[in-house]
């Protein structure tokens, strides 16, 4: 089963090389154990753009789609056979990344 890891960040700054350099450990750490699928970080949201295309006309704009202290910073693709397996490693990537996260599961 996939399971999306999310980064909730909700701190000034973003990650210290301390955890950065977590961060690759752990990454070597699934490749190694067979759980790596895909990872990704993301900019801040100031640099998004939302599209809302389900009227007439496709309706751009700048910013992100929700105001808030909190924002999705980065996230895992993780293959793991139960949802246990799943909040283990979320719980080590919280911990080498310093931040919270959400897992959901794929349908």
């Not at 955890?19 to 690759?24: F, H, L, M, S």
């Not at 949201?45 to 910073?73: C, H, M, Q, W």
Request: glycine share 8%; proline share 5%; hydrophobic share 45%.
């Amino acid at each position: 089963m996939q399971y999306l890891i999310s980064v909730i960040h909700d701190q000034a700054g973003l990650a210290t090389p301390d955890e950065d350099a977590a961060i690759d450990v752990f990454n070597d750490r699934l490749r190694t154990e067979g759980h790596w699928v895909f990872a990704g970080g993301l900019a801040s949201p100031d640099t998004a753009t939302v599209i809302d295309n389900r009227g007439a006309e496709a309706l751009v704009t700048d910013g992100p789609f929700v105001e808030s202290k909190e924002y999705l910073a980065g996230f895992w693709i993780i293959e793991a056979p139960d949802l246990d397996v799943a909040l283990k490693l979320a719980a080590e990537g919280s911990k080498a990344c310093n931040r919270k996260i959400e897992v959901r599961p794929f349908l």
